[in-house]
C-alpha cells in the first residue's frame, strides 16, 4: 500500500516515487509497474485491445480473432487476471452444459491500455502529422 509520504519533494515532483500514490492507494506501486509489464508482451496486449475495443469474448472468440494457440492464449490470459487488468466471468446458460466462460477488461484494464500504449501510439500519429513536411503548401 502508499507510504507515509514524508519523503521531501524536489520541484513538485518526490524522491521516492511510491509517494505518487494516494494515502489510500488500493494497489502498490509494485502492482502498477505489473500491470504495465503485463501490457509489454505483444500477445498480452493484443488480448487486451481485444477486450477493451470489443467487449466481452470467450476463450475461442479471442482464438480466433488473435490466432493463437488454446494452450499460449490461457497462459496469457492468466497473466492478465494475475495482475487485474482482465477479469474471468462464468455464466450458465440456458439449454446448455456446464458453464460457458468469458473475460473481460477491467476498468485498471481500459486505463492500462487506453492511457498508457495507445496514447503513446496517438502521440506518435499527432506528431508525425504536425512535422510532416508533405502537408506543407
Keep these: 500500500m502508499a507510504t507515509?509520504?514524508?519523503?521531501?519533494?524536489?520541484?513538485?515532483?518526490?524522491e521516492d516515487p511510491e509517494d505518487l500514490l494516494p494515502e489510500d492507494s488500493v494497489l502498490s506501486l509494485d502492482e502498477y509497474l505489473a500491470m504495465?509489464?503485463?501490457?509489454?508482451?505483444?500477445?498480452?496486449?493484443e488480448v487486451l485491445y481485444r477486450l477493451v475495443h470489443s467487449g466481452d469474448m470467450s476463450p475461442k472468440e479471442l482464438e480466433?480473432?488473435?490466432?493463437?494457440?488454446?494452450?499460449?492464449?490461457?497462459y496469457?490470459?492468466?497473466k492478465l487476471v494475475d495482475v487485474g487488468l482482465v477479469e474471468k466471468r462464468q455464466?450458465?446458460?440456458r439449454g446448455q452444459d456446464g458453464?460457458?466462460?468469458y473475460y473481460r477488461a477491467t476498468?485498471?484494464?481500459e486505463v492500462t491500455l487506453t492511457?498508457?500504449?495507445?496514447?503513446?501510439?496517438?502521440?506518435?500519429?499527432?506528431?508525425e502529422a504536425m512535422y510532416d513536411s508533405s502537408n506543407e503548401s
Design 36 to 45: 504495465h509489464a503485463a501490457v509489454g508482451h505483444r500477445t498480452r496486449y
Design 107 to 109: 476498468v485498471f484494464g
Design 99 to 101: 458453464l460457458y466462460t
Design 76 to 78: 496469457h490470459l492468466n
Design 115 to 127: 492511457e498508457g500504449v495507445d496514447e503513446l501510439i496517438r502521440g506518435e500519429q499527432e506528431f
Design 4 to 14: 507515509n509520504h514524508s519523503h521531501p519533494v524536489r520541484g513538485g515532483v518526490p
Design 64 to 74: 480466433e480473432a488473435i490466432d493463437i494457440d488454446d494452450s499460449t492464449l490461457h
Design 91 to 93: 455464466l450458465t446458460e
